[in-house]
């Protein structure tokens, strides 16, 4: 069976710290994908970044960066030099896809990030 | 328009009421879903359409009725919900296809119900 885990239900840290919102996932497929949403005050899931099974490099974006370790089935996202801005519900999500093709996302339960001036 | 748009963005319903959610996409997307945010549970994956058939039904109770008329709408009908149904229902579409799994999923803003 598929699960991704966010031990990390809520974290509020001060403006300008670095913070890292862990991801653990389960799964037998050897071909999957790894996701990380942000969910605003606004309700909308926006998509931040996709890592796929066979590509280990970590990923920067600007204050924005992705450790994926398949030795520990991790995938986490550190923000850096926090902004009020990032104050978000954050979502990793393992995606499977489906016989016919499509494509079926299973979700962590989310970590509530409050950023404070 | 452009992206996932949702109407209504908030919905009341009575238990015996009958209402549909309508979801459009504007990215030329051939896979559209239906997602359930409840507050003390993870995004819920309910409906799943490819290319207008559905894929999935994620064990979703009757009293929800999807329907995908082509691959920009989708919709979803529900008739004699329960309070516990409240919660922020999610559209998203995505391409689809043989390398359907590296496509990043787009989600429509979402229409909060609530069912009294």
């Known amino acids: 069976a598929q699960k991704v885990t966010q031990a990390q239900t809520e974290i509020s840290v001060v403006e300008k710290e670095d913070v890292t919102l862990d991801c653990v996932y389960e799964t037998r497929d050897t071909t999957y994908y790894l996701f990380w949403y942000k969910q605003p005050p606004s309700g909308e899931l926006v998509f931040l970044i996709r890592?796929?099974?066979?590509?280990?490099q970590n990923e920067i974006s600007g204050r924005y960066s992705w450790n994926f370790q398949k030795s520990t089935s991790s995938f986490n996202f550190t923000i850096t030099a926090s902004q009020v801005v990032d104050s978000a519900v954050y979502f990793c999500a393992l995606s499977v896809r489906t016989i016919q093709g499509a494509q079926k996302l299973v979700f962590g339960q989310g970590t509530r990030l409050t950023i404070n001036p | 328009e452009t992206g996932v748009t949702q109407t209504p963005r908030h919905l009341v319903m009575g238990m015996t009421n009958k209402k549909s959610l309508k979801c459009e996409q504007h990215l030329g997307h051939n896979a559209m879903y239906w997602y359930k945010q409840s507050a003390k549970k993870p995004l819920e994956l309910m409906f799943v359409y490819n290319f207008k058939e559905q894929t999935e039904n994620n064990s979703v109770p009757s009293r929800f009725s999807p329907e995908c008329p082509n691959s920009s709408h989708l919709f979803l009908h529900l008739h004699t919900l329960q309070p516990e149904d409240s919660a922020l229902y999610l559209c998203?579409?995505?391409?689809?296809?043989?390398?359907?799994?590296?496509?990043?999923?787009?989600f429509g803003p979402g229409t909060r119900l609530t069912v009294l």
């Open positions: 890592r796929n099974s066979f590509d280990e």
């Open positions: 998203a579409s995505s391409h689809a296809g043989l390398a359907g799994g590296n496509n990043e999923q787009f």
